[in-house]
């Protein structure tokens, strides 16, 4: 096991990856941007070194001044958390290179499945249902003949995407140039790189995703279901495990195929497989995240497993202790995403409390949001026996949650729980007004 990880993240996951390593007695080290120099984190690790300018390109996307962090600090390996540099495997091969541990995938692993359109087929290969779509197309001209062959509607997405940017939805040929001008710009801007493809358009559906933990030794599980479908422009509000849109039989047999899909694939380290549920029940592969999404947390709510200690295991190279038939996936939690309206000074938290309440977060009195990363502030996360109490007890939290200085969203997520829709469990993603 590592003696001293360092954490390449900044806000709520740096957080909580330092929590898990206080747990498992490893020494953390924190990195900040001179934004952040009174951020939590930072207070919490044992060692802290400050990396650059508040630009997350001049700090946290730093990956040369990331790495001489944790050489001067000792650092065996390095937690990327998510967004930033999770997915890099540029920077994942830098680790290696000088001899540290980057915790998640191998680049090699990261690289094979970094270009979506070749993830989808490379699962097509493993006997998953995969929605109808294209490799990267080259030209609007290409693009326009995908579309043909596929049929409109149709979303053309970026290759290299996450986080919802990137993507357009194209209901007719006249709508085809616009759209794919502003996915390639979209793509180069958030990712550097501009390649897109194209997929059908599948409506009604659901966004419901499989969390995934395998090891070096060929063992892998599924943490059961997330239903991710509350969004808004492809940004992710509301989650909950288990979707009430899948019944025992379905969810099954999902989790058994897609775990003999990792399996085929070799892949190492928490991972996450997106769907799209539609009316008939079928699920479509969409893609999958090689680093731990920001919804983790409620899967770790339902089963009780600690998703970021095995992240950390996994990379030591200890293999699972448990089997799938182990998973405990009885009662219901529902993850809301608490974001900033605006910049400013936080002037008084109240965090709720009671049994299986939890809210992620970087938060304290005096804690200043500022205008360069993520809106984020937290997750409020809470669990009970069924969905019903479930949801009467997030509505109890998130009318105790006071965030007071800044603008925030509890009032919106707190007439979404209590609106029939949601309640009823009979959502999709048209629930925001998308599409």
């Known amino acids: 096991m590592f003696s001293k990880i360092l954490i390449a993240n900044r806000g709520e996951i740096a957080v909580r990856i330092i929590r898990a390593c206080k747990e498992m007695g490893v020494a953390t080290v924190a990195v900040y941007s001179e934004a952040d120099k009174n951020a939590l984190h930072v207070a919490l690790a044992d060692q802290s070194y400050c990396i650059g300018a508040p630009e997350a390109s001049e700090s946290y996307l730093d990956e040369n001044q990331i790495i001489s ?7 065996q390996a390095i937690h990327p958390g998510y967004g930033f540099l999770s997915e890099n495997a540029h920077f994942a091969r830098l680790c290696r290179k000088n001899g540290i541990v980057f915790i998640g995938p191998e680049p090699e692993s990261m690289e094979q499945l970094s270009d979506k359109a070749v993830l989808k087929e490379l699962f097509r290969n493993t006997g998953l249902n995969v929605i109808p779509g294209t490799k990267a197309v080259s030209s609007m001209e290409e693009a326009g003949e995908a579309a043909d062959n596929i049929g409109y509607p149709v979303m053309i997405k970026a290759c290299a995407g996450g986080g919802g ?3 357009r939805l194209i209901r007719t040929a006249e709508d085809l140039e616009e759209a794919y001008l502003q996915a390639t710009s979209e793509a180069l801007s958030a990712f550097g790189d501009g390649s897109v493809y194209l997929e059908k358009y599948i409506f009604p559906a659901r966004h419901v995703e499989l969390q995934i933990l ?3 030794q060929g063992n892998a599980v599924c943490l059961g279901d997330r239903d991710c479908s509350l969004q808004r422009r492809n940004q992710k509000l509301i989650e909950e495990t288990p979707s009430p849109a ?6 099954e047999e999902i989790i058994a195929r897609a775990v003999d899909a990792i399996k085929k694939i070799g892949y190492v380290g928490a991972g996450t497989l997106e769907f799209l549920l539609d009316e008939s029940g079928n699920f479509w592969f969409m893609e999958m995240n090689v680093r731990l999404q ?9 089963t009780g497993i600690d998703l970021v200690k095995w992240q950390i295991r996994i990379a030591a190279g200890i293999p699972l202790n448990f089997e799938q038939k182990d998973i405990r996936m009885q009662g219901s939690a529902i993850e809301c995403r608490i974001n900033a309206g605006s ?3 936080l002037k008084m938290l109240h965090i709720p409390g009671g049994p299986s309440v939890r809210f992620d977060t970087c938060l304290v009195a005096g804690t ?3 205008p360069y990363y993520d809106s984020l502030l937290g997750k409020l996360i809470v669990f009970a026996k069924t969905r019903e109490e479930t949801l009467r007890k997030m509505r109890a939290s998130l009318c105790e949650l006071v965030i007071d200085g800044i603008l925030t969203n509890i009032e919106e997520q707190l007439r979404i729980v209590e609106d029939e829709r949601f309640t ?5 993603l048209t629930f925001m007004g998308n599409r």
């Open 368 to 370: 200043t949001v500022s």
């Open 246 to 251: 899948i019944h025992t039989k379905q969810r």
């Open 294 to 302: 920001v919804e983790h947390s409620v899967t770790e709510m339902l």
């Open 214 to 216: 395998a090891d070096e």
């Open 343 to 345: 910049c400013g000074t």
């Open 424 to 428: 009823s469990g009979n959502y999709d």
């Open 69 to 75: 962090a944790a050489i001067l600090a000792g650092a």
């Open 165 to 167: 940017r990137g993507i």
